[in-house]
Every structure is written in C-alpha cells, then in structure tokens.
C-alpha cells in the first residue's frame, strides 16, 4: 500500500507506523517545551507555538494523536508539528522522528545504500566533535586553547552548549583514534576530517585539523557537517581561520552557525540576528541572547536568505565596523531585498565587533539598542551611497550614487512596497 506520505518520501507506510506507535503526540510536544495542561475528555491545552496568544487554544486529542489550534487553525499529527515547527519537508520530519523513535527508515536499495554511507560520515563527524571535545576540556596539550578561551571569558558551560573543541598539533592524533574506533580512512577522507598526503612521499595520509580551536558546525538539525577552526598562538598558519573543504554535507553557503542552538530563543523573539563569527554568535548566547547565530565569512548568501526565511519574518544583521564588514553588508542586502524579507542592519561603530559590545552593554542594553537604532536597508544604503563624503564631492558622483540606490529599490518584487519607498526617498 502506498500512502501519500509515503509516496512523497519513499518511506515505507510500516516504518511511519512503527514512528506512530512509539512517538505519541503529547511527549513529543512535550520535548518541544509545550506547557501541556489537562482539558479534560481526553485532550490537553496549550499556548500555541504557532502563533502569539495569552490564553491556550492549542489543543490536543490524545484519542486521536492530533493538534489544532483554535487561533490559527493549525492543525495535524507528529509529522506535521515537526514539519510545521522546524520548517521543513516531509522527508525531513519524518527522519528526525524516526531518529527520536530509535527507527532506522528502510528505502529502496540503492537508496538505502547511500543512505547508509551518508550516515557512516554523519558518525565519523560526531566521532571527531566528541574526540575534539574531549581534548579540549581534558588534555594537557589544550591548555594554549583553553587560556585563549577564557581570556575571551568564554564559559565552559558555552565551550559545552557548542561542544567546542581542540585539535591535537601531531599529524595523524584524530586519524588514528578513529581509525581504532572503526571509521575508515575513506569515510574520514569522505568527512574532510584527514588528507592525503601528496607531496611524494609514500601516499598516507593526515588530519586535516592540527593544533587549532575548533568550532563543530551543525545542520539545522544539530547533526555536525563540518568544522570551523581557528589558530592558536604559537601556529605559523597565515589563515586566522580555516573550514572544512566542501564535502557531501558540507557547503559552507548554506549553514548558519548556532541555528540549532537559537531554534527556540528565535521561535520566542520572531526574529533573528545575525552577526559574522562564531565567537560573536557564543558570547551572544551567553549573555543569554540564545536568537544570535552567525553567517560563516563574509558574503552572505541566497541559501543563507532562504534558510532564513524560513526561521524568522524579521531579521537584524550585524556586521563588523570595519571596512570589509561593511562591504559584506552591502553584497548581502541586495540579496536580501530580493528576497522580500524584512532586515534591519545595525550599524556598529568604527571597528567594534558584536563580542566588544556585548561585553561593554551587557546582552539585554545590546539588544534593545539593536532594536531601538537598526535600520532598514534602503536607509543603509541610502546613508552610504548618496550621504557619503565622495558622494556630495561631485555631481557625477552623487549621480552615480543615486543610479545605485534605485538598481537596489528596483529589486523588491512587489509594486506597492517598491512605491513606498521611492516616495520616502525622492523628493
Ligand atoms: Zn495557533
């Protein structure tokens, strides 16, 4: 028998039976922090989760395993919800269930093979984000980290929250420990954990990550894809920070660092800001702004837009006061306005860095700055290309600048919003 959920996945109607039967509706919404109170007949109540109320119209047929909300109308089963409440496909919700549900999805064969090896990296990644982890709190070859860490007064409850990490500085530390823990070397290569050694000397190969701090990097769904990692004092590397090369699950593009750490603290504010680093995003968190996540590099992206979308409606951008910082901001907002989402841009001062002021305002004074002194992109804009020095210098070049300004105005897609703001502008 083929389902319509089945058929949209290719999941096997038995094994969303087998998910049915072992997650019931209210742990599940229990695991997702729902305050479920007693309704009587059968039912429980809530505050919806899908949209802002003071009084529970969620309610929910034990009888039945569903939910609707009399407010919003949302309604349906464990699927659903998770779909709903994650944001995601069909296929997605049901393989986070299935993982809650202990169920390994049977596919077709060849599916199931990749399916497979797909897994076996995921694993080879874990392996490494605990080994790393583990190091960094335990070895005494981590101390260099673990002073750089708290002289940026990093906790350890964060370095925890982020399950940060230090690579040991030998060659081949990872490599043979998750050799003995039974990763091969091929799906350690396939991970981007090691390389190959290719300088003619014999053919072995090394871990890709040595001496450094290192940030795991998750999906949305908090499995880790990749690592980010930084020099430590002491390293003759140039690069301040590496990534893991592109992999099957890594695409540096489409990731927004800390997302699973920020779902609810995001789902709570209806809005999420977005800074440049890592360590941005960390001391954001701990100083309990958990809606903070980080764009990884400078540019951001059409994926990042679209992952964004699907997260918040209102979205603040933070970039570094410093010349490149703002440079991103600019190639990012043209992105953004196409995209019709509703972005704000905080302007920090001359060469200050989220992390700075956070610790000089504390979180909550930080946030009700951000709110209370962003502005919309088209101000941004507008402030850079006609309000600058060079712009006011000539004619031609406030002319140029103006071009700029309407090129960016001409990219929102709706008429009206397009309307509004050429008559705030032009005059
Ligand atoms: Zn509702």
């Known amino acids: 028998m083929v ?22 509706i209210d742990e599940l919404l229990r695991d997702y922090d729902l305050q479920l109170v007693e309704a009587g007949g059968g039912r429980l109540k ?20 569903f939910y609707y909300c009399f407010g919003c109308q949302a309604g349906g089963n464990i699927f659903t919800f998770v779909q ?24 077709t064969a060849k599916r199931d093979d990749q399916y497979h090896k797909t897994l076996e990296v995921y694993d080879a990644l874990d392996y490494a984000a605990g080994f790393y982890h583990t190091y ?4 005494a070859g981590a101390q260099g980290a673990r002073e750089y860490l708290a002289a940026r007064g990093m906790n350890e409850e964060m370095q925890r929250t982020f399950r940060l990490g230090c690579s040991p500085p030998g060659w081949d530390e990872l490599l043979k420990n998750a050799s003995a823990a039974g990763h091969s070397v091929e799906v350690l290569d396939r991970a981007g954990l090691i390389r190959q050694n290719k300088t003619g000397k014999g053919s072995g190969f090394f871990d890709e990550f040595r001496g450094k701090l290192i940030f795991p990097i998750s999906d949305a769904q908090g499995r880790t894809i990749g690592f980010g990692a930084r020099r430590l004092a002491g390293d003759d590397d140039p690069a301040k920070y590496r990534n893991t090369r592109e ?53 951001f992206t059409q994926e990042n837009t679209q992952a964004l979308k699907r997260y918040a409606d209102r979205v603040y951008m933070i970039f570094d006061g410093d010349s490149a910082g703002l440079k991103a901001a600019e190639r990012s907002i043209e992105l953004l306005v196409g ?7 905080y302007p920090l001062s001359d060469g200050k860095d989220p992390c700075d002021a956070i610790a000089e305002l504390g979180g909550d004074v930080f946030w009700e700055s951000v709110q209370a002194d ?32 309407l090129s960016l105005v001409a990219k929102i897609s709706d008429k009206v919003a397009r309307r509004v703001v050429l008559n705030k502008y032009v005059e």
């Not at 969303?16 to 072992?22: H, Q, S, T």
């Not at 809530?46 to 395993?65: G, I, R, W, Y």
């Not at 986070?96 to 049977?106: E, H």
């Not at 995209?339 to 841009?345: A, F, G, K, S, Y």
């Open 84 to 107: 709903e409440y994650e944001r995601v496909g069909f296929p997605e919700a049901a393989e986070m269930l299935a993982r809650k549900a202990g169920v390994v999805l049977q596919r």
């Open 374 to 405: 962003s502005v919309d992109i088209f101000d941004f804009k507008w402030n850079r290309t006609i309000e600058t020095g060079e712009a006011a210098a000539s004619p031609q070049m406030l002319s140029r600048g103006v071009k700029d300004f």
């Open 247 to 299: 992999t099957s699950l890594f695409n540096k593009s489409k990731v927004l660092y800390a997302l699973p750490q920020s779902k609810q603290g995001i789902r709570r504010e209806k809005a999420i800001v977005v800074v440049e680093g890592y360590t941005d995003a960390i001391m954001a968190h701990q100083a309990g702004l958990d809606f903070f996540v980080a764009s990884l590099g400078t540019a």
């Open 136 to 139: 960094l709190l335990e070895d």
């Open 3 to 24: 389902t319509t959920e089945s058929a949209r996945g290719l999941i096997p109607e038995a094994d969303l039976e087998l998910i049915r039967n072992k997650v019931s």
């Open 46 to 65: 809530a505050l919806c989760p899908f949209h802002n109320e003071k009084t529970p119209s969620f309610s929910v047929n034990l009888d039945k395993q």
């Open 339 to 345: 995209e019709n989402l509703d972005v704000l841009i």
